[in-house]
């Protein structure tokens, strides 16, 4: 069922493998290559947030370049992420106890590190979901719907963030589940997940689906932060979109319309990257710029022994 994607290599030595699936379209949005269970259903996480980003814009949310940005994406939880949080919540007449996702750490080691010696804790608007969350009540407050309720499925924004997966995806979602930040995560197969950040990243001009896509290119920083894969990887590639989920998922997809979209099955992360730079490859998209991420290094001591590398 599911295709041997990577392997790790130590002292020339196969030490693991990483099975799960991956569906990459052509230019024209044909199925170019697939591996794996891409028509089964599956959980997209975090690479679900530019199409939730869409369904609040869509709801009259005031969203654009940073602000659209932190919408689609995972940030690192630093200061510049937390002020801006701050501010979004601020324009919807709100405050950070209103946001629905959990405490949290921020994942930037530098700030965390300074928060615990400053004796800060845990803050919802350091949680890396804060952007999208934001962005959800920032709707909400413009279209006159409750905030107490924003993450219940059946909310009016959810129902509208449900409406725009399936029309991105073509297809419709067979399961609701709640998202590691509570948020509601609709299911969708691999193949669809591809076909939905590729709508995105094609869309025309001055469309809502185009916002979205144009304000993760201009604004990466946003999108994950210093030194994110996500972020590294939009800058290697200039006009890519880029979004990493939890659970070994990512989606890519060009400005000229290659799209692909990876899970992983046992849920590792590591090697999401290089798979989606050989799918790239191998249906003809230009990855050069991008060849530091298609392979991780193995240490030992210290030092690079082997190396992560994708095996399509």
Known sequence: MYARLAEVVRSGFTESVHFGSVAALAPDGALALARGAVDEPMLPRSSAKPFQALACLESGAALAGPRLAIAAGSHTGEDFHAELVRAMLAEAGLDPSALGCPADWPEDETTRHTMVRAGEDRARVRMNCSGKHAAMLMACAAAG???????????????????????????????????????????????????????????????????????????????????????????????????????????????????????????GPRATSAIALAALAEIGAATAGAESFTTVPVLGGGRPVGEVHATL
């Open 145 to 267: 719907w409750d905030t107490a309720s924003y993450l219940t499925a059946a909310h009016p924004l959810q129902r509208r963030a449900r409406s725009a997966v399936e029309r991105l995806s073509g297809e419709k979602s067979p399961h609701t589940a709640v998202d590691g930040c509570g948020a509601p995560l609709f299911a969708l197969s691999l193949a669809g997940l591809a076909r939905a950040v590729r709508a995105l990243a094609v869309a025309p001009q001055g469309t809502p689906e185009r916002a979205v896509a144009d304000a993760m290119r201009a604004h990466p920083e946003y999108v994950g932060g210093t030194g994110h894969v996500n972020t590294e990887l939009m800058r290697a590639l200039p006009g890519t979109v880029v979004k990493g989920g939890a659970e070994g998922v990512l989606v890519a997809a060009t400005s000229e319309g290659h799209a692909v979209a990876v899970k992983v099955i046992d849920g």
